[in-house]
């Protein structure tokens, strides 16, 4: 941790551990000296929207190229996916409530749509949907807990 001088009273500091300010005398420390405030943290709801956007990538967009003939719209749909949830992954870095909400809308989607459009009804791709929902529920209590936690005022 960033150890800053007091200007008044010339003791030593934890700039983060006394929150700004000086124990001593309780004058505010120089942030100038100090690290920057930390960046929000997106606990595991980067990570899960980052593995089904890998996911769609391998069996979506690989699985479609290997096929004859090859299914250029469903080709498009599949790295149109890819690119939504390879973006809510960088946004759930500093909005993971949102970002995991929209993730879950669209997965939810895509999970009946699946379910409703195919004669096989348990299938692996369905199987793979119904984890990917229940990673998102878990992200999404994870990151309502996150914002529940009380933090220290950085101002």
Known sequence: MPVVKCAQCGTENDFLE????????????????????????AGPASGV????????FLCGGLGQLT???HGWPALVAWVVLLVLFGGLSRWARRHPILAVIVGLVVQAALTVVGYLATSVRINP???ASIIFLGLLVWALV???????????NWE
């Not at 996150?146 to 933090?151: G, N």
């Open 18 to 41: 006394n929150l700004g300010k000086c124990p001593a005398c309780g004058a505010k420390l120089s942030p100038a000296l100090a690290s920057p405030r930390p960046s929000v943290t």
């Open 49 to 56: 929207l980052f593995a089904i956007a890998v996911y769609w």
């Open 67 to 69: 096929r004859e003939p």
């Open 125 to 127: 791709g369905f199987l």
């Open 142 to 152: 994870d990151a309502i807990r996150w914002r529940d936690i009380e933090r220290p």
